[in-house]
T-cell receptor, first 112, second 113 residues
Framework: EPEVTQTPSHQVTQMGQEVILRCVPI?????FYWYRQILGQKVEFLVS????????KSEIFDDQFSVERPDGSNFTLKIRSTKLEDSAMYFC??????????FGPGTRLTVL | AQSVTQLGSHVSVSEGALVLLRCNYS??????LFWYVQYPNQGLQLLLK??????LVKGINGFEAEFKKSETSFHLTKPSAHMSDAAEYFC???????????FGTGTSLTVIP
């Protein structure tokens, strides 16, 4: 069964460093998303991406964040200058024209 | 604005007992509703979804949920809990295809042997 994959599974970085989280959505899907889950809190929407542009973003998704689909398979989330409060589990999701979003296993980002 | 409320951050049931996890939503339009399960150190797995078809929805692992518009609820049930059901359960709402999901705060289910 097709699935969303994410790399790395765990990323440790120093505050102020740039990180890139990578996702490979399900191949025939057209909508892509990033969510995050701070430890012990609920899953929060960051951004959605469709037709090579951002279609929706939350207040969390400020200028420090960017997304890109550099080729036909990868979907990346970049955090330019990480802060301690960026430590969280980051989930990528994708959907086709139907409603269901399929989530990847997540990348745990730890900012020291 | 859309929101999801999950009553009870922790629920404990005995093995074989009924599981009932509550979810209420607020939405300006008829929503799509979902339940996801998260096992320790894993991602979110779709349990079931409601998308304006039958109001009683059956999902994987014996779970089902009923959409009640009058109560704005989408509670998750399973007749008989199994040890392997211990996990975090999230209710989510979406307005339309391609729109963001709004998640509840989650309910941690413990199954007591």
């Amino acid at each position: 069964e097709p699935e969303v994959t994410q790399t790395p599974s765990h990323q440790v970085t120093q505050m102020g460093q740039e990180v890139i989280l990578r996702c490979v959505p399900i191949s025939n899907h057209l909508y892509f998303y990033w969510y995050r889950q701070i430890l012990g809190q609920k899953v929060e929407f960051l951004v959605s991406f469709y037709n090579n542009e951002i279609s929706e973003k939350s207040e969390i998704f400020d200028d420090q964040f960017s997304v890109e689909r550099p080729d036909g398979s990868n979907f990346t989330l970049k955090i330019r200058s990480t802060k301690l409060e960026d430590s969280a589990m980051y989930f990528c999701a994708s959907s086709e024209v139907t409603d269901t979003q399929y989530f990847g296993p997540g990348t745990r980002l730890t900012v020291l | 604005a859309q929101s999801v409320t999950q009553l009870g951050s922790h629920v404990s049931v005995s093995e074989g007992a009924l599981v009932l996890l509550r979810c209420n939503y607020s939405s300006s339009v008829p929503p799509y509703l979902f339940w996801y399960v998260q096992y320790p150190n894993q991602g979110l797995q779709l349990l079931l979804k409601y998308t304006s078809a039958a109001t009683l929805v059956k999902g994987i692992n014996g779970f089902e949920a009923e959409f009640k518009k009058s109560e704005t609820s989408f509670h998750l049930t399973k007749p008989s809990a199994h040890m392997s059901d211990a996990a975090e359960y999230f209710c989510a709402v979406s307005l339309n295809t391609g729109n963001q999901f709004y998640f509840g705060t989650g309910t941690s289910l413990t199954v007591i042997p």
